[in-house]
């Protein structure tokens, strides 16, 4: 008999966002291994360059999905950000409650955050078995980024929450190796280690290859084939530093180079008014491009920039990582030194790591690439090298496999 499998995420298939995308990916390959997936979540958001509204039901690559359409107001306002939250959530719970039954495996990623409570409902209520997907871990993140007090009571009940979940959840599925221990640390001593499944984001080897810049028709439309360009593709979110990127690109404005950003978020305002006020000819902004175009805006550089807030190391981890390694780009991080993303780039020997807001470093960086062509080069194979023995979908995807048997 086959396994069901539910699938709960705010993005999926065809949101451009790094979630849908790897979502779409998981429940697909899921699929193809015998798995019966159905995924629930919601209409697409303003990313999605289409207006029309998408089917409430459709199957993609064998997964059942259902669509809900749900309150969408400005995520830049914190409570606006948890009206849409509560809006998914009970719309699901409303579902699941008709259509799903304990014999059902749900697999909750925390897109939005609350979202894998659901699984601690079904299990109090019918016994469900329930696995969540930690990308973010909350509240620590808003604790850590101070936008709520740690003493606060809705923090210390969440936080109490958390622990019977990490509990009663059948594995917890983390995406790096510091997350599980920051997991660990939170659920105290009486939790089981070996509950914790650490299952490193992905990439399709097949989707995205390296493509030289002469040959890639994103890159030679907008002119990123005759300079040296740092490329950012993906979320502008609060705990991305982006801004001493574009700091660097004022120091740097004279050289040729380019700085391209692609994507959107709760930064990209602040940091369009920066360009704008300081006239920066040298950065372009793109919104979110869609799935198909991928392996050409994704490959469109020769540097990759990855960034995460060092106040969330452990508490998050990012997937751009793994299609910056897959492209064949050299990686300049800006990320803490002991976080999981420095561990893979100092590994493979694949770029720099710089401090976070330390604007002298990365213009010290990027000079060297730009002086030194054929390292730069040289660390763009070991990326993709490095990628292909540990970052593949293939892998990851076995994991999943092997972890739902045993459930």
């Known amino acids: 008999m086959e396994k069901s499998i539910k699938l709960l995420s705010e993005y999926f298939y065809p949101e451009p966002t790094a979630t849908g995308k790897l979502m779409a990916q998981l429940g697909s390959e899921l699929s193809k291994k015998g798995f019966d997936v159905e995924v629930y979540t919601r209409q697409p958001d303003h990313r999605v360059k289409s207006k029309v509204k998408l089917p409430g039901k459709e199957v993609y690559n064998g997964v059942k999905i259902n669509r809900f359409s749900c309150i969408r107001l400005d995520k830049e306002n914190l409570l606006f ?47 469900q078995r329930f696995i969540p997907i930690i990308y973010d871990v909350y509240p620590d993140i808003a604790v850590a980024l101070e936008v709520v007090g740690e003493k606060g009571f809705f923090v210390k009940l969440w936080k109490k929450l958390n622990n019977i979940l990490y509990r009663k959840a059948s594995k917890v599925v983390v995406i790096g190796n510091q997350m599980k221990q920051t997991i660990i640390n939170n659920a105290g001593a009486n939790f089981f280690e070996s509950k914790i499944k650490v299952i490193y984001n992905w990439e399709n080897p097949e989707f995205i290859k390296p493509i030289k810049k002469e040959n890639n028709i994103f890159a030679k439309k907008n002119g990123y084939n005759e300079v040296l360009t740092v490329l950012y593709s993906g979320n502008f979110g609060l705990y991305n530093d ?28 602040k940091l369009k008014k920066i360009v704008r006020n300081k006239d920066l000819k040298n950065v372009d902004f793109h919104p979110y ?12 550089a020769d540097i990759s920039v990855v960034s995460e807030d060092k106040r969330v190391n452990g508490l998050c981890s990012s997937s751009k990582l793994y299609s910056s390694l897959a492209s064949g780009q050299a990686v300049l991080a800006l990320v803490s030194r002991d976080s999981d993303v420095a561990d893979i780039i100092q ?24 002086c030194n062509r054929d390292e730069l080069e040289k660390m763009g194979k070991r990326a993709r090298k490095h990628f292909e023995g540990y970052y593949t979908i293939t892998h990851s995807i076995e994991k999943y496999v092997k972890m739902l048997k045993e459930v």
């Open 81 to 127: 950000r948890i009206i849409n939250w509560l809006s998914f959530f009970f719309h699901l719970l409303i579902s699941l409650s008709l259509k799903s039954s304990s014999r059902d495996i749900l697999l909750i990623v925390t897109n939005p955050p609350i979202l894998p409570f659901i699984g601690l409902f079904f299990n109090a209520v019918r016994g």
């Open 242 to 269: 982006l801004c001493t990127i574009i700091y660097a690109a004022e120091i740097v404005r004279k050289l040729p180079m380019k700085f391209v950003f692609i994507g959107d978020g709760a930064q990209k305002k």
């Open 289 to 300: 491009q869609p799935l198909d175009r991928l392996p050409e805006t994704l490959t469109c």
């Open 347 to 370: 590994r493979c020997n694949c770029g720099f790591i710089a401090n976070q807001g330390d604007v002298d470093q990365v213009v010290s960086y990027l000079k060297f690439f730009l």
